[in-house]
């Protein structure tokens, strides 16, 4: 057996919402839109992956979503456009990554990080 595609759904009261911010501010592209549910995704190959953490590195916060991007710079210029808090970061981690941290539309906090 082969796990093929995990899918993160998230309960929201208005969809319109994750569209202004997970396809206008991050540039992930429509998938599906049934009206009570839009997909969207990337034509970008995933590595397929579930983290289970007692904290978010760093002494933050566990994130509800991580999401890695090829320029972190450019979306946190977007973010700061878009006058969206940034609870944590930019800042490069120990580890290898540079990274901050979102809430969405809906609260829940957002890792958009970039690999160094």
């Not at 599906?32 to 760093?58: C, L």
């Not at 490069?92 to 890792?111: A, I």
């Amino acid at each position: 057996m082969t796990v093929r595609r995990i899918v993160a759904n998230i309960a929201v009261s208005d969809t319109a919402k994750a569209t202004a911010f997970y396809q206008n501010l991050l540039g992930l592209d429509l998938r599906m839109d049934h009206g009570w549910i839009k997909t969207f995704g990337s034509n970008e190959t995933m590595t397929v992956q579930v983290s289970f953490a007692s904290e978010g590195g760093s002494g933050t916060p566990v994130p509800d979503l991580s999401i890695e991007v090829d320029d972190v710079l450019s979306v946190l210029e977007r973010v700061k456009q878009a006058a969206i808090d940034i609870e944590y970061g930019p800042i490069d981690e120990p580890w290898g990554v540079r990274r901050f941290y979102v809430r969405d539309p809906f609260g829940k906090l957002v890792n958009i990080l970039e690999h160094l």
